[in-house]
C-alpha cells in the first residue's frame, strides 16, 4: 500500500468538494484518450502528439500522468486536501470516462475513492505535511506508511466468527448475573458501583 497526495485543480478547475462529495479523483490532460493498459513510452508518445511537450515540460507531465495510470494501484491511499483538512481515502482502478474528455470538463482520467476520515492538516506527521505542500497533480509519499503515522487509520478490527460471537454474549449474560448480585450487596459503594455500570451499558 503506498501514499499519493493529489491536487484538486486539474486543468485548472477546482474540484475539491466535487472529489469529496462524488467520491473520486481526477487528473487533467484530455485528449489523450483511454490510458489504460498504456506504458510509459506510450503515454509520453501521446503527451507529444497532443500537446507538443518537450524536454523539461514533457518530462514533467509524463511523470505525473503515469503515477496516475501505472504506479498508483487500487487500495492505495490518496489524500486532497480542503481549507485546513486532509481528507484521506482509498482509491479503485483507473477508468476512462469519455464524456469528460473535452476541455470544458477535462476529468476523463479518474478512479474512484473510499473517503475514510478527515485530519487537520496540523495533526498530521511532519512527514506528510511535507508531502501534501508539494505542488505537483500528484507525487508519490517516499517513506514506508507506518513512517506518516497513517497506518492506524487503516487497520481493521477482525470480525468475530459464529462460535466466538456466541462465547461474548454467555459471557456478557454471566456479566449481567454478577452484576445483579452486586446491586443485592450490603455495601452501597458496590451497589452504586453495579447500579452505574447497568446505566452506561443501557445507554451504550
Known amino acids: 500500500m503506498n ?22 479523483v481526477c487528473i487533467g490532460w484530455p485528449g489523450i484518450g483511454n490510458l489504460e493498459q498504456t506504458s510509459k513510452d506510450e503515454i509520453r508518445d501521446k503527451l507529444e502528439q497532443s500537446y507538443g511537450y518537450t524536454g523539461h515540460k514533457l518530462g514533467n507531465a509524463l511523470g505525473q500522468v503515469n503515477t496516475f495510470i501505472n504506479t498508483m494501484k487500487a487500495g492505495d491511499v490518496v489524500l486532497i486536501t480542503e481549507k485546513n483538512w486532509v481528507y484521506i481515502g482509498t482509491v479503485g482502478s483507473y477508468k476512462y470516462d469519455q464524456q469528460y474528455d473535452n476541455e470544458q470538463d477535462a476529468m476523463c482520467h479518474r478512479r474512484n475513492v473510499e473517503w475514510t476520515d478527515r485530519v487537520l492538516i496540523t495533526n498530521l506527521e511532519s512527514s506528510i505535511q511535507r508531502l501534501i505542500s508539494n505542488r505537483n497533480t500528484i507525487c508519490q509519499y517516499p517513506e514506508a506508511i507506518e513512517e506518516s503515522g497513517l497506518d ?9 466468527n459464529k462460535e466466538n460471537s456466541a462465547k461474548l454474549d454467555s459471557l456478557f ?4 448475573v454478577v452484576l445483579e448480585e452486586e446491586l443485592k450487596s450490603t455495601d452501597p459503594d458496590r451497589r452504586l458501583k453495579a447500579a452505574a455500570e447497568l446505566i452506561r451499558l443501557k445507554n451504550n
Open 3 to 24: 501514499i499519493f497526495q493529489m491536487k484538486t485543480k486539474p486543468h485548472g478547475i477546482e474540484r475539491a468538494r466535487q472529489f469529496i462529495d462524488e467520491k473520486f
Open 152 to 160: 492506524k487509520i487503516f487497520v481493521k478490527q477482525p470480525s468475530l
Open 173 to 176: 449474560q454471566d456479566a449481567l
